[in-house]
């Protein structure tokens, strides 16, 4: 028996060996790329989305995760990070949570891909209370009145704004300041439109002003005559 098998695997393995590579590569060419499989991984988008508006993200997640993607030979080519997104739903966020899941189905896709893994599974992201604050807005002027003219008054609007952020980041003490205004040149009142500046990153206007109106008051300095010659 052991004879039979022996001389049946020997005999003529040139012609077995030539029968396996044409048969894979029959196989290679008839099976539709339908049923032939790829995996590649790739960085996606990640996108949080539903948070609560009484809370501010002070520690943000990383901007992309490694997703690993099995699809057939005759889409992989077409997956990329344009068209691949995961989404996290913070609408059940709280302050004592600082970790969240990823999980294959927050990932976007296109049809016929499927998720192998994730890396990382887990984000972190810190949360606060949100908080509002009024804060001065205040004019920041640069350069320097010529010598013949004095600055007399400066008026703005609006002389407050509503700032929104995270309680940690909201200061009554700020101000709001404005893109710089350069006076060197003015002889007589003149009003600019200035753009509104955040002390901080973390903050935004709680409105949709953005913009301020500023109005500089210069007058010409007197100068004192000599008194004329008696004669």
Known sequence: MK???????????ELKIF????????????????KTFSIKTIPASLETYNLPSEFEIVEKPPATVDVT??????????????????????????????EYPINPSMVSLPAGAEVVSISPNKVRIKLEKSQEVTLEVSPTLVGVLNQRYQLTKIE?????????????RVKAKDKVRTSPIDISLLTQPTEFE???????????????????????YVQEKETDLPAPKKK
């Open 3 to 13: 004879r039979w098998l022996k001389n049946l695997l020997v005999r003529n393995w």
């Open 19 to 34: 029968s396996l590579i044409l048969a894979f590569i029959l196989w290679i060419t008839l099976v539709p790329e339908e």
């Open 69 to 98: 993607i099995k699809a057939p030979n005759r889409i992989i080519g077409q997956i990329t990070s344009n068209n691949v997104f995961v989404k996290l739903n913070l609408e059940k966020a709280s302050l004592l949570q600082e």
């Open 156 to 168: 703005v609007f609006p002389t407050q704004v509503i700032v929104r952020g995270p309680e940690s």
């Open 194 to 216: 200035a753009d509104l500046i955040l002390p901080r990153a973390e903050l935004r206007l709680a409105s949709s002003i953005t913009k301020a109106r500023v109005r500089i």
